[in-house]
């Protein structure tokens, strides 16, 4: 259980001793805690916590329907936009450049290594993950290769649970990573890159869920034979944490951090065009969005075709579902970003560019 809910238990107590305290005789004081026990018990649910035998959703009445993770935070974990899922204490500014700022374009085989570490990591000022991640982070490394060159990947297994990385995008189906790599295991993949987009990574083993939400998921840059116009690049991967592991997400995050961006904002030149490598790496909740405040984008979906497909400020993302978006932010400002999931964005996925 994580600390907001701790936090939100605490304040559902307090608020049943107000209700004893209200002068009800020990029947009446009876009744009405199971009428609030049942409410509580119910935003405990949407809360992430685990439902519990007296939470009045037993039997046939409990939602069976795609699950969404959580409400609002309440109470002390509620921040202006941050409170508990703002960023961890001691984070500095430059702490995820390695996962905002792709690399640049190469040309001819690229090499890597990828071996599954396990490790925690602190995901928020109050949240840590026992995570999987690839190379130590999560998102993993960013790779980027060039259209029909050869991507090789060095792939071990360094835990004890099976794991494996299987690419979007076409390829050999020889190549195709959802067998399983043993504890310990070696194998290597040869991916020729393709198409020209950006396609997310991830790990294919069952419960694949639960693997991608540890961490194990990455994204892949394919540019153009003829390579790309000139942008202020970065990479925004959308996924959740489930640090209680009950299969809902508790916090929310781009690149692996609840909060990073609202305190560390991206920093552009004003009227500088802009490319973002926007993926949805979100498992639990069926979908989630981009938004971008004050201004428009244009929108490629995958990150394919050489003209935008439409221009907008929010495009909507199933699971694993990305694109490239290009914009220019033309006046000196903060201009905010966030799911238009607003439990996500208030449970750390809200950031700012800073035009400067
Ligand atoms: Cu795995």
């Known amino acids: ?13 307090e608020a049943l001793k107000k209700v004893g305290g209200g002068g009800l005789t020990v029947l009446g004081a009876g009744i009405v805690v199971g009428a609030v026990g049942t409410h509580a018990a119910a935003h405990a649910v949407g809360n992430g916590a685990a439902p519990t ?9 409990e939602y069976d329907g795609p699950r969404i993770s959580g409400e609002l935070p309440t109470g002390d974990a509620a921040g202006p936009y941050g409170g ?14 390695a996962l905002t700022y792709p690399p640049p374009a190469s040309t001819g ?25 690839y190379n130590g982070t999560a998102p993993g490394p960013i790779i980027r290769a060039t259209e029909g060159e050869l991507v090789r990947v060095r792939f071990r297994n ?34 020729a890159a393709g198409p020209a987009g950006v396609h997310p990574y991830h790990c294919h083993t069952m419960p694949i869920d639960r693997h991608i939400a540890r961490g194990l998921y990455g994204a892949l ?25 009950d299969g809902r997400n508790e916090l929310y995050a781009w690149n692996g951090v609840a909060g990073f961006y609202e305190k560390f904002p991206i920093k552009v030149a004003a009227g500088e065009p802009v490319r973002a490598y926007v993926l949805n790496m979100t498992e639990f909740d069926p979908m989630a969005s981009f938004h971008l405040h004050a201004e428009m984008f244009d929108v490629y979906p995958a990150g394919m075709g050489d003209r935008p497909a439409f221009t907008t400020d929010v495009v909507t993302f199933g699971q694993m ?23 996500m964005m208030s449970r750390g996925a809200m950031g700012w560019f800073s035009a400067i």
């Open 1 to 13: 259980m994580s600390d907001a809910d701790a936090t939100s238990r605490i304040s559902r107590r």
């Open 53 to 61: 035998a007296d939470d009045g959703h037993g039997g046939s009445t």
């Open 84 to 97: 508990d899922y703002s960023a961890p204490e001691g984070m500095s500014a430059g702490d995820l450049d």
């Open 109 to 133: 085989t690229v090499e890597i290594e990828m071996t599954v570490v396990e490790r925690s990591l602190q995901v928020s000022r109050a949240h840590t993950a026992e995570a999987w991640t």
């Open 158 to 191: 360094a835990t004890d649970h099976d794991h494996n990385v299987h690419f979007h995008g076409r390829h050999s189906p020889l190549h195709d990573g959802w067998e399983p790599v043993p504890p310990g295991g070696e194998t290597v993949y040869e991916i």
């Open 221 to 245: 840059i394919v540019d153009p034979p003829g390579g790309r116009s000139d942008a202020h690049e970065v990479v925004l991967a959308l996924s959740g944490w489930d640090v209680n592991d």
């Open 321 to 343: 579902d990305r694109a490239i978006l290009e914009f220019t932010l033309p006046e000196i400002g903060r201009y905010m970003f966030h799911p238009h999931q607003h439990m």
